[in-house]
Each structure stands twice: as structure tokens, then as C-alpha cells.
């Protein structure tokens, strides 16, 4: 159900949508507005994680989700809500987790299951565990070599601003397991993908290649993963051995969904501005920064821009389901709309902190609105590159159609800090940067919903259809 607007909020609405002097703000004063008085989406953000919570993909939570956001943009006024159901294959984590380290040091660590991992036997498997430093030195193992044994895999990630290390790191638990279980290994610990110093483990899914079939596969949190570092020095050559037990599964096909909506454009026969954000979490985490905040600030951005006024292009929203578990909505939605272009793409799936760089990817081929947007966000400190936008997960659609992208890169310093794990929660958004989202959002999206040529080429667009010439 949708939260009784407080008086506080209901107040700041009616603030931001009194029009100057009896008119329609202009979208440069609504941008600025925004950055002071924005409570849309912290409203959304707030609201989802308080009375929704953990929303696992595929299951009855991210259901519940989805019903909750299109309550939500109802009550705000959007146009064309839906769900757009599909079918996904579904893993759910299970109620057990438990790692102890047996010899030569016997100590309990804490652990969670990835996404995609198998269940031990009841009771548990216990094994030497043979420490890879790298998820290269882990390739480098010969074929066999890790058979009956747990695979440990350090690969340590380090913060940065633009969230690089990412994919220095990632791939330990994205492909780690599958590559331990090929060469024989019965399960994988690996160290959690993070870079906080919380015992919380950083869960997420991971993967095994065709052919080989799913191990025992867990994430441990950073200090328990150092402390197990640490007993490998001081074994002195004893065998380290590890007792694992973990009981999730996958329960086969279950309906997801997209939940989709517009602001409708004066011309809605023109290509929509496409906003992506995605709806599920991991059930270990309410979501609030991964990825409650994205949809908060899109759906603020959209609201605030026909506030302005009625954009020429319509803008869909896409809050897309399942995408932690492996795209499954990103990729839905691009089968059921692949042949209704789509003008940009834009998406916000990185927290809640400043957003301090826009990148499009046609900064070479339409010149003037690559600088025309770059000068329109200088004033909220974002600056520019000569980097190429690659879109984030849930635009697999404007990708297939080789279509315009933008990339507000927000800054990823603490994000994964808090990356699925149970930290993920709403006291760790900035009210102030936050708002400064919703702000450069709003500047961006204003500007290409009312686009009158080709975002990507800047070449003319068929002549406005009536309906256009009519306002
Ligand atoms: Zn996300």
C-alpha cells in the first residue's frame, strides 16, 4: 500500500509545482528547485524499504514491490502503469549458512550463499581448503587438482570513485566457483566482493558453465575472510580445513515482472526517453542505495520535468525486475518492445551519492547536444569526458537497437561499502546528494524529452504528426 503523503511532503510538493507568477516554471528553475526541495525521491525510497523491505527476485516480496510502485506512480500522476510479466528461473537462498574453519585454528566465519550457488548435504561438507590469491592463479590450477577440496579466493577490490575495481574484482564472484568446481573442487568460499570492514558478506549471483554442475558457493564477509588469510600464514603447512553448510535451491519457473510507466509527450509518435532503474534487491538487504534510490530518482526526474511542462517526447519509466539474478527483466523488456525505437537510454543503478560525470555515447556524432547538456549540468558540478556511454543492465534494449545511451556516473566511493549486504539500508542515503541526483536527472531528461531531432545523430526526425502541432 502506498504511504499517506505527511504533511511535511505534501507541502514541498505544492511548493515545487507553484508555478512562478501564475506560469509553468522553466526546466532550468525546476533542476534548481530540485536540488533544494526535492522529497519525491526519498518518498519512493523511503517508502519501498520501509514497507516492503528485502525484495528477491522472482519471489512473492519483489510482487509485493512491484504492486507497492505502481501504487506509488499512480498516486503521482503517471500515465500508462503497468506490469509487464515474464517467466524466470528462480533461486532463493535458503535458511542456513554456516562456515567454521576445523583445523588448525577452529573458529566460526560468517558466510552467505551466492546467487546460483547449490546446497551442501545436510549436515555439511568438510574439506581442505586450498587458497588462491587471485581468480588467475585459480585458472592456472591443473584439471583435477581441486578435487575434494574448497576453493578460497582472495582477490581483493579496492574503492574508487567510478566504481573501476568492479571488474578487477567481480569476476571471483562471477566466475570463481564455476572455474573451481570444473577442476574438481566440492564448494568455494570466496572473499566478499566489498570493500567495508563489517562481518557482513557481499552476496550476489555467480555462475557455472555449461556442463558443470553447481557447487556449494559462498561469499565471506571481509574480516572473516582476512582472518582465514592469516591462519594459512601461520599453519606452518598443517592442511587448513573448513566445514560449510548451506541449504538454498533453485525452485524452478516463477512470473516476475516490469513494471513500467509514462509521462505522455506532445507527441507520443516520436522515439520515448527510456528510464531504467530495477525494482528487486537481494533478500538479505532492503535495497535503499541497490537499487530503491535509482527508481526514487527517475520517477522524480520524469515527475519534475512535465512539471515544467508537457516534454515532446513521452518518458518511460522501466523499473525492471530481476535483475540481480541475471538481467531477466532487462532482457523481457527488449523482447517485447525490440521493435518500438527508443530515442535514449539512461539508467541509475549505482546509490545515492553526487553524480559528478555525464558521458553520452554520441558526443562525436551530435556535437552540439553532447555540450549543450555538459554545460546545462556544469552548475551541479558534474563535469564531462571523452568517455563512451555503455548504458547500465536494465537498457539490454536500447544496446540491441544500437540507440542513443547517456551515463550520469554518480560517485562510488562508499557504494560497495554497502553492496548486497544487509548495510544496504535508508539511513545511508544523503538527503543533499540525493537531491542533487534528482537535479542533474531532471536537467538531463528535460532536455532530450524535448529533443526535436535524432538524439544519437542529430539528424532531423520525421515532420511532427498532428497531434504534436495541435498544442
Ligand atoms: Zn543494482
Same mark, same amino acid.
Given at each position: 500500500?502506498?504511504?499517506p503523503m ?7 510538493l505544492a511548493?515545487?509545482?507553484? $508555478?512562478?507568477a501564475?506560469e509553468?516554471?522553466?526546466?532550468e528553475s525546476q533542476?534548481d ?5 526535492d ?6 525510497v523511503e517508502g /519501498?524499504?520501509t514497507?516492503v523491505g ?10 509485493r &514491490?512491484r504492486a507497492w510502485?505502481?501504487q506509488?506512480?499512480? &498516486?503521482k ?8 510479466p515474464?517467466?524466470?528461473d528462480t533461486?532463493?537462498p ?5 562456515a567454521?574453519v576445523?583445523?588448525? #585454528?577452529?573458529q566460526d ?6 546467487g546460483?550457488?547449490a546446497a551442501t548435504?545436510v549436515g !555439511?561438507?568438510?574439506a581442505?581448503?586450498v587458497f ?8 592456472? &590450477?591443473?584439471?583435477g587438482s ?7 579466493i ?6 574508487a ?5 568492479y571488474? #578487477?574484482a !567481480? ?7 564455476g572455474?573451481?568446481?570444473?577442476k *574438481?573442487?566440492i564448494?568455494?568460499?570466496?572473499k566478499?566482493?566489498?570493500?567495508d ?7 550476489g549471483?555467480t555462475? @557455472?558453465?555449461?556442463?558443470?554442475k553447481p557447487?556449494p558457493a559462498g561469499?565471506l564477509?571481509?574480516?572473516d575472510?582476512?582472518n582465514?588469510?592469516r591462519? @594459512?600464514?601461520r599453519? *606452518?603447512?598443517?592442511?587448513?580445513t573448513?566445514k560449510?553448510?548451506?541449504n538454498?535451491?533453485? /525452485? !524452478?519457473?516463477?512470473?516476475s515482472g ?10 507520443p509518435s516520436l $522515439?520515448p ?6 525494482i528487486d534487491?537481494w533478500w538479505?538487504?532492503?535495497?535503499? #542505495?541497490d537499487?530503491?534510490a535509482?527508481?526514487?530518482? /527517475?520517477?522524480?526526474?520524469? @515527475?519534475?520535468?512535465?512539471?515544467s511542462a508537457?516534454?515532446l517526447?513521452?518518458i518511460?519509466?522501466?523499473m ?5 539474478? *541475471?538481467l531477466?527483466?532487462s ?8 521493435d518500438?525505437p527508443?530515442a535514449?537510454? /539512461?539508467?541509475s543503478?549505482?546509490g ?8 553520452s555515447?554520441?558526443r562525436?556524432t551530435?556535437p552540439?547536444?553532447?555540450?549543450r547538456i ?6 551541479f558540478g ?5 568517455e ?21 556516473q554518480?560517485? *562510488? ?6 553492496h548486497?549486504?544487509?548495510d544496504d539500508?535508508?539511513d545511508k542515503?544523503?538527503k543533499?546528494?540525493?537531491r542533487?541526483?534528482v537535479?542533474?536527472?531532471t536537467?538531463?531528461?528535460g532536455i532530450?524529452?524535448?529533443q526535436?531531432t535524432?538524439?544519437?545523430t542529430?539528424? $532531423?526526425i $520525421?515532420?511532427?504528426s498532428?497531434i504534436?502541432q495541435?498544442?
Open positions: 500500500m502506498n504511504t505527511t504533511a511535511l511532503s505534501a507541502l514541498s511548493l515545487l509545482s507553484a $508555478p512562478a501564475g509553468a516554471p522553466t526546466l533542476a528547485l530540485a536540488s533544494t526541495d522529497t519525491l525521491a526519498w518518498d519512493f /519501498i524499504t514497507e528485502p525484495r528477491q527476485a522472482g519471489t512473492e516480496a519483489e510482487a &514491490a510502485a505502481m506509488w506512480l499512480m &498516486a500522476g503517471f500515465a500508462n502503469v503497468a506490469d509487464e515474464f517467466m524466470m533461486w532463493v535458503g535458511d542456513i549458512a554456516r567454521r576445523t583445523a588448525p #585454528f577452529a566465519m560468517v558466510v552467505l550463499p551466492l546460483n550457488s548435504p !555439511g561438507v568438510e581442505e581448503v588462491f590469491r587471485t581468480v588467475d592463479d585459480l585458472r592456472a &590450477a591443473p584439471e581441486l578435487k575434494g577440496k574448497i576453493a578460497y582472495s582477490h581483493q577490490m579496492r574503492p570513485q567510478d566504481g573501476s575495481h571488474g #578487477f !567481480g569476476p571471483a564472484r562471477w566466475v570463481g566457483a572455474i573451481a568446481a570444473s *574438481g573442487a564448494a568455494t568460499v570466496i566478499s566482493v566489498g570493500t570492514y563489517h562481518r557482513n558478506p557481499h552476496t549471483g555462475s @557455472f558453465p555449461e556442463g558443470v557447487t561469499a564477509s571481509l574480516p575472510a582476512e582465514l588469510e591462519m @594459512f600464514a599453519a *606452518g603447512g598443517r592442511p587448513v573448513m560449510i553448510e548451506m538454498p535451491r533453485q /525452485i !524452478g519457473q516463477t512470473q516490469n513494471v513500467v510507466a509514462e509521462v505522455v509527450g506532445r507527441n $522515439p526517453v527510456l528510464l531504467a532503474c530495477h534487491s538479505n538487504a532492503p535495497g535503499a #542505495f537499487d530503491g535509482g527508481c526514487g530518482i /527517475i520517477a522524480a526526474a520524469a @515527475f519534475h520535468v512535465k512539471h508537457q516534454p517526447r513521452t518511460r519509466i522501466l525492471a525486475g530481476a535483475e540481480e539474478t *541475471g531477466w527483466g532482457q523481457a523488456y527488449s523482447k517485447a518492445h525490440l518500438e527508443v535514449v537510454g /539512461i539508467e543503478d549505482f545515492a551519492d553526487r553524480i559528478w560525470r555525464f558521458d555515447n554520441f562525436e551530435n552540439a547536444l553532447h555540450k555538459a554545460s546545462a549540468v556544469a552548475r558534474v563535469s564531462t569526458s571523452n563512451v556511454a555503455t548504458g547500465g543492465a536494465d537498457l539490454n534494449i536500447v544496446r540491441d537497437q544500437k540507440g542513443a545511451l547517456v551515463d550520469l554518480q560517485d *562510488g566511493t562508499r557504494y560497495f561499502d554497502l548486497h549486504t544487509p539500508t535508508l542515503i544523503d543533499a546528494q540525493l542533487q541526483n537535479a542533474v536527472w536537467q538531463v531528461v532530450l524529452a524535448n526535436e535524432a538524439i544519437l542529430g539528424t $532531423p $520525421p515532420a511532427a498532428p504534436m495541435a498544442q
